[in-house]
């Protein structure tokens, strides 16, 4: 595991705990990296209520750029013109202050990517079990890399090239099958105040 980077629970706010996130090494955001299911968004909502700090997510940033949802931008122009905006919204991350980062399942893909999200600030990896993973995407029909004839199969296959990935990217992991996203967002904000 890479060294971590430290953070400063401060101030406390109604409406929760707002922290101060102290780095100098690397940026000061919390970083949320993950496959599609993971819990990314709905964890982050919850850590950018906690933190009061503003939660930017790439697929949302991709989508506005577009004005289109991520299937339409994947069914119109293909996944190689998403990941390349994909990558150009990072980029105009980096320049935002800090923040509760959500980024796309596929964004470790690219190694300039994760060089970008490592600078960023803190990278969290969010993780569960297949069968979770499968339950919770299977309520929305808006992952266009699952729209398969047999989404498990499709599934069981990313993950096994992408793990390796989130894993070499992450300073911390959490397995989330059995968390809701506000114990998720704690369980984050205790590992910032333990380092
Ligand atoms: C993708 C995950 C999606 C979105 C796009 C591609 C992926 O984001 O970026 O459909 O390659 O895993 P979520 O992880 O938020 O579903």
């Not at 993971?38 to 939660?55: D, H, V, Y």
């Not at 390349?84 to 509760?100: D, F, K, P, W």
């Not at 990896?125 to 498990?152: C, F, H, M, V, W």
């Not at 069981?156 to 506000?182: G, K, Q, V």
Request: proline share 4%; with cysteine.
């Amino acid at each position: 595991m890479v060294k971590a980077p430290k953070f400063l629970a401060e101030i406390s706010q109604a409406g929760g705990l707002r922290y101060v996130l102290v780095m100098t090494e690397r940026g000061q955001s919390i970083v949320l990296i993950g496959f599609m299911g993971a819990g990314k968004s709905s964890s982050g909502r919850a850590l950018a209520r906690k933190t009061g700090l503003a939660c930017l997510d790439t697929d949302e940033i991709v989508s506005k750029q577009f004005g289109l949802p991520v299937a339409k931008i994947f069914a119109r122009f293909g996944e190689e013109e998403f990941r390349n905006a994909e990558t150009e919204a990072l980029r105009q991350l980096s320049e935002a202050g800090a923040a509760i980062i959500v980024t796309g399942g596929g964004i470790v893909l690219r190694p300039e990517n994760v060089k970008m999200l490592r600078q960023l600030g803190g990278v969290v990896s969010l993780e569960a079990d297949p069968e979770t993973l499968l339950g919770r995407i299977s309520k929305r029909e808006t992952r266009p890399l699952l729209q398969t004839e047999n989404p498990r199969t499709t599934l069981t296959e990313l993950l096994r090239c992408r793990t390796p990935l989130y894993h070499a990217a992450a300073d911390f992991r959490l397995d989330t099958s059995r968390l809701t996203p506000r114990e998720v967002a704690d369980a984050i904000l205790k590992w910032t105040k333990e380092l």
